[in-house]
């Protein structure tokens, strides 16, 4: 199969294995385009780009309605918002919210897992999120940009064994576990040092 030259679909890699493109690795659903007539005062949230920044708060919507398994979230489903401003929109989530309903704009995300496993998919997808918000950029009108299914395809790596990619999963979800740890170590520190203030106010 040919792929494309261009350095900013073609990702350049040390490891050996398939090239394949991005596409072939998973299935890419995209949530639904809900109306203001869906929308409930109780029942699932829907989840927005807005929801996986800053997660469920006064500003989202609920329904009571019923969709398809293609457009339920829940824990650890792998996301990818694909539409927005380039810079604070295009990102990947590994989803940490309550059951829900998937918005437009965003890819549910599921692993081809003859070729890949979810965990070095979702490590795949943030290193190339600097090509995504490039691609984005590209395409940006009144300050959005989007990445498309065409580029998807477009895009090509190479993809170790899948012994390689446990290999690979393992370093990085050390580092990723560091990481949190450090995050709410200093969330504590942070909260603890409000409180003191608030107290000697």
């Not at 040390?14 to 659903?29: E, M, N, P, V, Y």
């Not at 807005?50 to 919507?61: C, F, P, Q, R, V």
């Not at 309605?65 to 792998?78: S, T």
Request: hydrophobic share 40%.
């Amino acid at each position: 199969m040919k792929f494309d030259e261009s350095s900013l679909y073609n990702i350049k890699s040390d490891l050996d294995g398939t090239r394949r493109s991005l596409f072939d690795l998973a299935i890419w659903k995209n949530g639904l385009a809900f109306k203001k007539i869906d929308f409930t005062e109780t029942g699932r949230p829907v989840i927005k780009i807005a929801e996986l920044n800053n997660g469920i708060n006064s500003n989202t919507s609920f329904t009571q309605r019923e969709y398809g398994e293609e457009v339920f979230i829940r824990w650890d489903d792998l996301l990818f918002s694909w539409s927005g401003n380039p810079q604070t929109s295009i990102d990947v989530f590994r989803y940490r919210l309550q059951d829900g309903w998937l918005n437009q704009h965003i890819f549910k995300v599921t692993a081809n897992e003859e070729l890949v496993t979810k965990d070095f998919l979702y490590y795949i997808l943030k290193f190339l999120k600097p090509h995504f918000t490039q691609i984005a950029t590209n395409k940006q009108t009144t300050g959005l940009g989007h990445v498309t299914i065409a580029d998807l395809k477009r895009m090509s790596l190479v993809i170790p064994p899948k012994k390689v990619q446990s290999q690979i999963v393992s370093i990085l979800k050390a580092i990723d576990d560091k990481i949190e740890v450090n995050n709410k170590i200093l969330q504590n520190f942070s909260l603890e040092q409000h409180e003191i203030r608030e107290l000697r106010t």
